[in-house]
């Protein structure tokens, strides 16, 4: 099946600090979602992107689906954005979606 | 707003125990989803529904079984309890069939078997 690998898995930011994570994916994908997992356990969707780039806030999403990766931007980082952040991709079978491991995010104010 | 429900945050049952994890959402959903988390790991996919009484297995069905007898209720079912499913249990719903559908997801049942 599709493979879906994030990195980093962890990281440590200050208040304000800027960053990236990258999620990278084995093969063609015609839909890929980034969610956030907040402390207490919610999940909840940030983007559907499967091309091209998007900005809710803060948060800006970008997938190169011809070389198989998409980077997820943190601005401006809050103490709200702790949490672990996924990407998935759907598989063969489109019905469904397959999750990365994760970023864990933790912002120190 | 579309709520998911779980029936309970926290379970702690034992060896051999059938344990039942019910999920409801609210707003006509067809699609319905049960994955676990574990660290490490991510989200990885037990079952899926896709209609009343319809059923797919995901990635780990192995000691699972599901129902899904009313549109806005999916239970997953341990049949007999092992310690190795102790884990984070995720109730998902979304409104087609499609995954480019979002997934709504409960606040998760977080399951210890001593």
């Known amino acids: 099946g599709i493979q879906v690998e994030q990195s980093p898995p962890d990281l440590i930011l200050q208040e304000g600090a800027n960053s990236t994570l990258r999620c990278n994916f084995s093969?063609?994908?015609?839909?890929l979602q980034w969610f956030h997992q907040n402390p207490w356990g919610q999940l909840i969707n940030l983007f559907y992107i499967p091309s091209g780039t998007k900005q809710n806030g803060r948060l800006s999403a970008t997938t190169v689906a011809t070389e198989r990766y998409s980077l997820l931007y943190i601005s401006s980082s809050q103490t709200t954005d702790s949490g672990v952040y996924f990407c998935?991709?759907?598989?063969?079978?489109?019905?469904?979606?397959?999750f990365g491991a994760g970023t864990t995010v933790t912002v120190r104010a | 707003d579309v709520k998911v429900t779980q029936s309970s945050r926290y379970l702690v049952k034992r060896t051999g125990e059938k344990v039942f994890l019910e999920c409801v959402q609210d707003?006509?959903?067809?699609?319905m989803f049960w994955y676990r988390q574990d660290p490490g790991l991510g989200l990885r996919l037990i079952y899926f529904s896709y209609d009343v009484k319809m059923k797919e297995k995901g990635d780990i069905p192995e000691g699972y079984s599901v129902s899904r007898e009313k549109k806005e209720r999916f239970s997953l079912i341990l049949e007999s309890a092992s310690t190795n499913q102790t884990s984070m249990y995720l109730c998902?719903?979304?409104?087609?069939?499609?995954?480019?559908?979002?997934?709504?997801f409960g606040p998760g049942t977080r399951l210890t078997v001593l």
């Open positions: 998902a719903s979304s409104m087609t069939a499609v995954a480019r559908d979002t997934q709504y």
């Open positions: 093969d063609s994908v015609n839909n």
């Open positions: 998935a991709v759907p598989p063969t079978e489109q019905r469904k979606l397959s």
């Open positions: 707003m006509d959903h067809e699609n």
